[in-house]
């Protein structure tokens, strides 16, 4: 963890702990909006948001790390058998050039929402995202690109996209567009850009807020480092307010991988139809949807369950 969230982890420490021995042996539902560029000799990586939650939506642990091995180590710990990961980086990137089948789709299932993936292949310099799933895969996680079943005990890591979640599950609200949390909204003054992108992180904060009794929940306040959110005003200040982004991606992340575990109904598969690799796997995202965003088969099918014991 960073020197910022380990001030923060004395509070949250003992939460923590106690979250993890109720929850020793139930699955855990995790997510990390990871920065793509890892860390070098001379440069060390930007921060990663990393949050678990269990199955009542309960925060066990939250805060920030950086590079792939700290995440990676982090993943490792908080995994129990039958835990789902989602991570918001490409994690398969079969591709030389050009971009994904699974890119391509968010634009035509999200993009009357304002919603499309940027493009990525094995020719950008910052794969973090392949990276982690190597790791992960190395210490026996196995990828879930919803297509085939993974093992009923297995840690599962899966690509997951925060803004498809944000505009895909109806209780958030979002009906016309995604909000506008991320860069300053350039169609409103430039000295009133990061007031604005305060006040829309703040109304997003709410809306997460308020999943306390969702299906599946999220509860924001139940860890200190998390419940910060809720409890501060968005900075408006770059460098701050990305640091409280990203634990809000991984939180989003989070939510999303307990949803694609326990209401797989609701989700569905971009990339389905995609050419498998060497391996069987084809690079997808899972991602919540509306029955408008759905799309028709082969994509746009409900991701499979686990396998059986």
């Given at each position: ?15 923590g ?10 699955p ?16 060390p990586?930007n921060?990663t948001?990393l949050?678990?939650?269990d ?13 792939v091995d ?30 994904r089948?699974s890119?391509?789709l ?7 929402w304002?919603?499309s993936a ?13 990276t ?10 196995v ?9 009923a ?12 979640t944000l505009?895909?599950a ?7 567009r ?23 992180c703040d ?10 009794s ?7 306040l139940?860890?200190p480092v998390s419940r910060?959110?809720?409890?501060e005003?968005?900075p408006l200040?770059?460098r701050p307010?990305?640091?409280r982004?990203?634990?809000?991606d991984?939180l989003?992340?989070?939510w ?6 326990r ?9 389905a ?14 991602s919540?949807?509306?029955e ?6 082969p ?5 499979v369950?686990r396998?059986?014991?």
């Amino acid at each position: 963890m960073t020197d910022v969230a380990a001030g923060q982890a004395g509070q949250a420490g003992a939460a923590g702990q106690a979250g993890a021995a109720q929850q020793a042996g139930a699955p855990r539902y995790l997510g990390v909006d990871l920065a793509w560029r890892d860390s070098t000799p001379t440069k060390p990586a930007n921060e990663t948001g990393l949050a678990v939650i269990d199955a009542d939506g309960t925060v066990l642990d939250a805060g920030w790390a950086r590079g792939v091995d700290e995440v990676a180590d982090w993943v490792l710990r908080w995994a129990t058998p039958g835990s789902h990961a989602a991570i918001d980086a490409p994690v398969l990137v079969p591709n030389a050039t050009g971009m994904r089948p699974s890119e391509r789709l968010v634009g035509r299932a999200y993009g009357r929402w304002h919603v499309s993936a940027n493009a990525s292949s094995a020719s950008l310099p910052w794969l973090g995202g392949r990276t982690l799933g190597e790791r992960l895969a190395s210490a026996g996680a196995v990828y879930d690109d919803g297509v085939e079943p993974v093992p009923a005990d297995a840690v599962s890591y899966f690509e997951c996209y925060p803004y498809t979640t944000l505009v895909g599950a109806a209780e958030l609200g979002y009906d016309e567009r995604r909000p506008r949390y991320k860069r300053p909204d350039t169609t409103v003054a430039k000295e009133e850009r990061r007031g604005a992108r305060a006040v829309a992180c703040d109304d997003l904060i709410s809306r997460l807020a308020a999943l306390d009794s969702a299906d599946p929940p999220l509860r924001l306040l139940s860890h200190p480092v998390s419940r910060l959110l809720v409890d501060e005003p968005s900075p408006l200040v770059d460098r701050p307010y990305k640091h409280r982004e990203d634990l809000l991606d991984a939180l989003v992340c989070a939510w999303t991988a307990s949803m694609r575990a326990r209401r797989p109904e609701r989700m569905q598969v971009l990339g389905a139809a995609a050419e498998p690799d060497v391996l069987g796997r084809r690079a997808t995202l899972i991602s919540p949807a509306r029955e408008v965003q759905r799309l028709a088969a082969p994509e746009g099918t409900v991701p499979v369950g686990r396998a059986a014991h």
